[in-house]
């Protein structure tokens, strides 16, 4: 959602000279013409509907809108089809953002009471929240993100029965309202994923158990009928996960550096209004600069640039052809883009079905489309946070500002807010009806249906309820019917804590590779008995396309036998060039592998397996957390640099929390030569930045815009920016030495020519 136009968020959080966005020594003269920029009135709801373009046969119509709603940027449904919705009330109150820091957020329900399509009914659940950004219904509870908290409230109804309970995940702690954990994405295997985050949620008998998992994503978490997980960051709109969460993580005694997600679709935007409020609108060649952010003949958003909430269309009215397709929004160019997904034997590739036409498009600069969800009626919901000011304090240019007051978007500054629906006009909208009034029975059959949210919401009540009436139902469709049927019978077991080796042992054996792939992921939840019940029919499988051999490959590690060991000995050799075999093998054996290694890799060749193998068995009975080395004031600075990388300075928004890098934002710092070699070197990156392409252990890294500096920032010291170079030099499997204030104040004399001009690779080197 909130806008990031360059990289410079990894760094620059703090007031500079001029607008704390601003880029030292960047002329920001405006692009384009005056007489070409309409205004931005406040418009009705009537009057936005025909600012509206989409495809033919599809129809937008608003289901809410203000007075009713005020900022929404997420929302949930409940069993009853009621959304429930994080109001934002406190982003970004004026120009300056004076007043955010007091609480005003809310946690609203919005009901249709006649069941005419509209929603007519508003209750505040909650309120005086922090910037809240993240919310999941239960049916005797609700659980939410604001801007410091991980929360748990208990519910009965409409009412809070108790105050929020922070939970203790430390999720929220650090970072700014654009670099906090949101999403609360329901998944296939009855967990709860974030964007922004390396952590998942499940609730259990006794409360929460928080786990580690990927860390994927900026602003919005999307899943498939499989459960593999769709994110972005602000200038990507789309990567989707090749594998299911976790399949590789099951060793966490090994540090497995693998890409698992793709791109998906290009970043080009098509909007159909002018876009002169864009950040950094006015870099353009006409003004000296080696690109243009807008189009130099029509002046409009070339690329992304504020990518936020996505959603994988899986409902029942559009028509067939657009099951699956990926929606994104782009809040900056007021529209929200479509993006055909194409699955081959579980590679994943993205094109945009309407060529250089965008699905959804405004000629209304206040239409801020920040999510969008399948609804329960089989439609699209799209939420309009509706506010002017889309860009944060933080990272707001003088230029922006400009174009802001000059079109009057900085007011109103609250008291909007719309959800709108997009239907086919050829297809059906489910009525509305509680699911939750169900029997036992047709929840069952509900998974079978071809709408997602019945089925996800039918396979969350039904291990809500626990109701052991539900099992031989579950038994036997786990075993026969459709394919997803039988996916969702077998998660369903999984959620209820009945799965049993009965249960998966067709599956394994089928002929279809989803349904082979989602069982063999289920087999590696199950433990003792059925572990060893199970392990013929892992033993006898063989993968029906490449794609479920990383899920075969897994399972069997589970299992920790010689048999299964040989099974895997042979799947390496058949299928040992599918990607993702080695790294699931791997991931399969903790606690085993120096068994594998002595009885099936004496001769191997492979390096790197054997050097993941022997770095988990060196580490097999914990995981790998890395512990300083260093002592005195050299860890004090070690710890205030930790404290500035995750907070103030915001490094990991682009770098990643565990140093790995995010696709198209910042390269690797774990490992590398330009973090571990000449302490001058990364003294000059931190003084003045850094612009791609940049090489990081043999591969190249080409970021969407260059990475400014701190050295115009009067707030990062020598000592602070001396702190930060220690903490990565001995972060992660990073040691080096550490680096004295001196030594950046010397490096900060000898360039100070450089003005905050940002490095290339090359004169780096020279």
Same mark, same amino acid.
């Given at each position: 959602? /909130? ?165 203790? *995940? ?346 082979? *792939? ?46 299964? /060991? ?149 707030? /990062? ?40 001009? *940002? ?8």
């Amino acid at each position: 959602m /909130f806008i990031r136009l360059n990289i410079l968020l990894c760094f620059l959080t703090l007031r500079l000279v001029a607008q704390q966005g601003d880029e030292v020594g960047q002329a920001m003269n405006p692009v384009v013409p005056e007489q070409q920029i309409p205004q931005s009135p406040v418009l009705s709801v009537e009057d936005s509907l025909k600012s509206f373009q989409l495809p033919p046969g599809f129809v937008i119509e608003p289901v809410a809108a203000e007075p009713l709603i005020d900022k929404p940027v997420c929302l949930d449904f409940d069993s009853t089809g009621r959304m429930w919705i994080c109001e934002m009330r406190d982003y970004m109150p004026d120009i300056d953002g004076k007043g955010e820091s007091v609480a005003d957020g809310r946690i609203v329900i919005l009901e249709d009471s006649d069941r005419d399509g509209r929603f007519d009914k508003r209750t505040v659940f909650l309120d005086k929240l922090h910037l809240p950004r993240a919310v999941a219904v239960f049916e005797d509870g609700l659980l939410f993100i604001d801007e410091h908290r991980l929360c748990w409230v208990k519910r009965d109804g409409d009412l809070a029965v108790s105050e929020p309970q922070q939970l203790p *995940s430390n999720l929220a702690e650090s970072g700014n309202v654009e670099h906090k954990p949101n999403g609360l994405l329901a998944n296939l295997d009855n967990c709860y994923y974030l964007a922004k985050s390396d952590k998942r949620i499940r609730r259990t008998s006794d409360g929460w158990a928080i786990e580690p998992t990927e860390f994927r994503g900026q602003w919005g978490i999307a899943r498939d009928d499989f459960g593999r997980l769709y994110h972005n960051n602000n200038s990507t709109l789309l990567f989707g996960d090749l594998l299911v969460p976790n399949l590789l993580q099951g060793n966490p005694g090994v540090k497995i550096k693998t890409k698992d997600f793709v791109q998906l679709g290009s970043d080009r935007v098509w909007p159909s209004r002018v876009t002169p409020g864009v950040n950094r609108g006015y870099v353009a060649k006409s003004n000296g600069f080696e690109s243009d952010t807008l189009d130099p003949q029509t002046y409009k958003l070339k690329s992304a640039t504020s990518a936020a909430g996505m959603a994988i269309y899986r409902g029942s009215n559009f028509p067939e052809e657009w099951y699956g397709t990926g929606f994104s929004t782009e809040p900056v160019s007021n529209l929200v883009k479509a993006i055909r997904i194409n699955d081959s034997n579980g590679i994943l590739k993205g094109s945009h079905p309407l060529g250089k036409v965008d699905f959804l498009t405004s000629t209304d600069e206040r239409f801020r489309p920040v999510n969008v969800y399948n609804a329960p009626d089989g439609s699209l919901y799209i939420v309009d946070m509706h506010h002017g000011i889309i860009q944060h304090k933080t990272y707001m240019t003088t230029y922006l500002r400009n174009q802001t007051l000059s079109r009057g978007l900085d007011v109103p500054s609250s008291g909007c807010g719309r959800i709108y629906r997009i239907r086919h006009e050829a297809g059906r909208l489910e009525s509305a009806w509680d699911i939750r009034a169900l029997a036992t029975g047709d929840l069952v059959q509900l998974l079978a249906g071809a709408n997602a949210w019945q089925r996800e919401a039918a396979q969350r009540l039904l291990v809500s309820r626990r109701d052991s009436a539900a099992l031989p139902l579950l038994a036997t469709m786990a075993a026969e019917g459709t394919p997803l049927a039988r996916i969702h019978a077998i998660w369903t077991l999984e959620g209820m804590a009945q799965l049993r080796a009965d249960h998966l042992a067709s599956a394994i054996q089928c002929t279809n590779a989803k349904l082979q *792939s989602s069982a063999l992921w289920a087999s590696t939840r199950l433990s003792g008995a059925e572990l060893v019940a199970i392990q013929p029919v892992l033993l006898a499988a063989h993968p029906v396309a490449d794609e479920v051999a990383p899920y075969l490959m897994r399972a069997l590690g589970s299992l920790g036998s010689a048999k299964g /060991f040989d099974r895997m000995a042979e799947l390496l050799q058949s299928h040992g060039s599918v990607p993702f075999v080695r790294e699931a093998l791997v991931s399969g054996l903790n606690h085993h592998e120096l068994e594998f290694c002595d009885s099936k890799l004496r001769d191997s060749h492979d390096t790197q397996l054997l050097a993941w193998l022997e770095q988990g068995s060196a580490d097999s009975n914990k995981v790998i957390q890395h512990v300083s080395s260093l002592r005195g004031d050299k860890l004090a600075s070690y710890q205030r640099g930790k404290e500035l990388f995750h907070g103030e300075a915001a490094c990991f928004g682009c770098h990643s929390a565990d140093g790995n890098g995010i696709a198209n934002l910042g390269p690797p710092l774990d490992e590398s030569q330009w973090v571990t070699g000449k302490p001058e070197t990364l003294i000059n990156i931190l003084l003045h930045g850094l612009v791609g392409p940049v090489i990081v252990d043999g591969e190249t890294y080409q970021p969407t815009a260059a990475m400014p500096g701190l050295g115009m920032n009067p707030v /990062f010291t020598d000592q602070s920016i001396a702190d930060i170079a220690t903490y990565i030099r001995n972060e992660w499997s990073n040691h080096a030495s550490v680096v004295q204030a001196d030594l950046v104040k010397g490096q900060r004399e000898l360039t100070r020519s450089r003005a905050g001009r *940002s490095w290339t690779a090359g004169e780096l080197k020279e």
